[in-house]
């Protein structure tokens, strides 16, 4: 995180996010939130859910952008609903989407929104923006106007806004999506070191960010938690359960009906198909080692019932 000399933001310790029981239905009757409870500790935590799971729904909400309609959100000591200028204080969030200004430089339009967040006196302000230039590794383009950064650099930007004051709540919405390999990587290499005092959630529809980031995950899919878990133990409960098998397309239906089908996709012409069974299926399958991907799809297909719903690390051998 930001070097704490830079900033006259007192240091806070650590606290978690408490969500209990939310749900938000939109005009439109698309019920976005159903009963959502969570547990979230500082560190990263991934969310993970399909397009339209209700996860931007939930950020906005943790971000006062909304209100649920009924539940209870506490950051620490702080109601996020009733108490939204004390959250706001402490929080940093990167949109899906948000703009910028072409024709501004990154240094001037950062120093501009530290002016926003608060940091009036000018030394101090110009420490922490070259500071967070510096970790977001745009302090050599910081003259550069953002109307020619490339996507990823465009994301290391929002970053670099989001941590202005040490926020305790850090809210990334599908921040790798659309940024090429070498630029995904950078990013997600930034993330990583942000997790130490903070909160930081990371709501996302590609598993490999969350295979690769968080210590803590949950899985979201028309507006419900079907999977609260740490990755490794979700991974590890799992082991002797997938089997593979390759397979013709025309094949699908009838595997279909006699297997219970996690995910199929396409390698070298043929369908590779993985099958959730806590014995081997037929002959002509093999045991594959599970990974996230593999939670991710039997959370979604309904391999994994209530009982699977909490998953801890010393539950399981890793």
Known sequence: MLNRSTSDTVVKPPCGLTIRNVSKRYANGVQALQ?????????????????GAGKSTLMRTLATLQEPDSGQLLLGDIDV???KEAVRQTLGYLPQEFGVYPKASAQELLDYFAVLKGITDRTVRRETTEALLR???????????LGGYSGGMKQRFGVAVALLGNPRLLIVDEPTAGLDPAERVRFLNLLSELGENSVVILSTHIVADVAELCTNMAIINQGRILLEAQPLAAVAALQGQIWRKLTDKHALPALAQEHRIISAKLLSGRTLVHVHSPARPAPGFEPVEPDLEDVYFSALTGCLGPASRQLKAEEVAL
């Open 35 to 51: 009963n959502v409870s969570l547990d979230i500790p500082p560190g990263m935590y991934g969310l993970l859910g399909p397009n």
């Open 81 to 83: 609903v009733q108490q």
């Open 135 to 145: 970790q977001t590794n745009l302090w050599d383009k910081r003259k550069q106007n």
